[in-house]
């Protein structure tokens, strides 16, 4: 079987990865949460230690990479820059040189927030438009990396969601709120294309298979506000107590500007063979882990 590398296996989407790569030797990377350290397959890496990242690379000489750790949460990017910067770019900069060493390809996940949501739906041939510094990080590795080796997969993914037992999703804190009749604010003014955190693995693994090269966007099959997707919850989970109140983003103060319509377009991923469900049709599939 031939190696595959996957960095951040110990969060949301690194897990998912790991369960779907059946046809791969995988090798998943932590740091500080050690929920997969059990693995034997599993190494803990700052990956913003350059040494150390060469090390994993002379050591584990993977076959192909999945880079899927980050300083994923954009309002702790706004409030962390140097840490972002050295994580979502240094890194992913690094990494892109790895492997072209070792001439392998490497997927990258980006995300959709490199756009500022004004012109959805968005193509892979768009230009970027970062309104966060999130957004603006994931710009700069992604040229950064194509610069570097061209075997990099692009892959910009959009809003993701799960049961993954190693870390949460968006819907965890708002399934929590919902349950417990607490009111939750959900936007009617962000619209986002949810994704299934297994959809998203599947996604990237067929980027491998099919030898893509280049920016893909991996969106989920439909566009739906925040507030439409808190209805969904309530009515698959059958909640009866929930709280929900409609708002638009201006009326909560937070970190990270927030773009608005993030759609993508993902004619391209379709043609390749993604196949991702809707939330509604995902959330049932995963109801009794919710
Ligand atoms: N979740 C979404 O909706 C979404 C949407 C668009 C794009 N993305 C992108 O998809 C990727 C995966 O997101 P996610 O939601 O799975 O993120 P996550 O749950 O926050 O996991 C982040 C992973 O990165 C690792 N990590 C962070 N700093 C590190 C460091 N210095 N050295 C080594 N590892 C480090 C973490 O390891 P430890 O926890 O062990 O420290 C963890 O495994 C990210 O690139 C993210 O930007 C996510």
């Not at 820059?81 to 390809?105: F, G, M």
């Not at 990396?145 to 990099?152: D, N």
């Not at 391209?268 to 009794?288: E, N, W, Y």
Request: with cysteine; glycine share 6%; net charge neutral.
């Amino acid at each position: 079987m031939q190696k595959l590398l996957v960095t951040g296996a110990s969060g949301f989407l690194g897990w998912y990865i790991t369960e779907a790569a059946t046809t791969w030797q995988v090798i998943g990377t932590y740091w500080h949460h050690r929920n997969i350290a059990q693995s034997p397959y599993s190494v803990p890496v700052d990956l913003t230690n350059q040494q150390a990242v060469q090390q994993l690379f002379q050591d584990q000489k993977p076959d192909a990479v999945v880079h899927a750790a980050a300083l994923s949460q954009p309002n702790a990017c706004q409030q962390h820059p140097n840490l972002s910067y050295k994580i979502n770019v240094l890194a992913a900069w690094q990494i892109a040189e790895e492997c072209a060493r070792l001439d392998i390809p490497c997927v990258f996940t980006s995300s959709e927030q490199v756009f500022d949501g004004t012109q959805a739906p968005y193509r892979e041939i768009d230009p970027v438009s970062p309104i966060n510094l999130y957004g603006e990080h994931k710009a700069l590795a992604e040229t950064g990396m194509l610069a570097r080796h061209r075997k990099v997969i692009v892959c910009r993914m959009p809003l993701m969601f799960g049961a993954a037992p190693t870390a949460s999703s968006f819907i965890q804190p708002f399934i929590q709120r919902l349950r417990t009749g607490e009111q939750l604010q959900a936007f009617t003014d962000e619209i986002r294309m949810p994704l299934s955190g297994w959809d998203a693995a599947q996604g990237l693994l067929l980027t491998l298979e099919q030898k893509y090269q280049g920016i893909l966007h991996l969106g989920g099959p439909a566009s739906l506000s925040r507030f439409a997707m808190a209805k969904i919850l309530v009515e698959v989970l059958g909640i009866d107590q929930a709280n929900i109140t409609p708002c638009k983003q201006a009326d909560v103060q937070m970190a990270a500007p927030r773009p608005q319509n993030l759609a993508m377009d993902n004619t391209i991923a379709l043609k390749l063979g993604f196949k991702p469900q809707d939330f509604r049709s995902a959330l049932l599939t995963i109801r009794d882990r919710l």
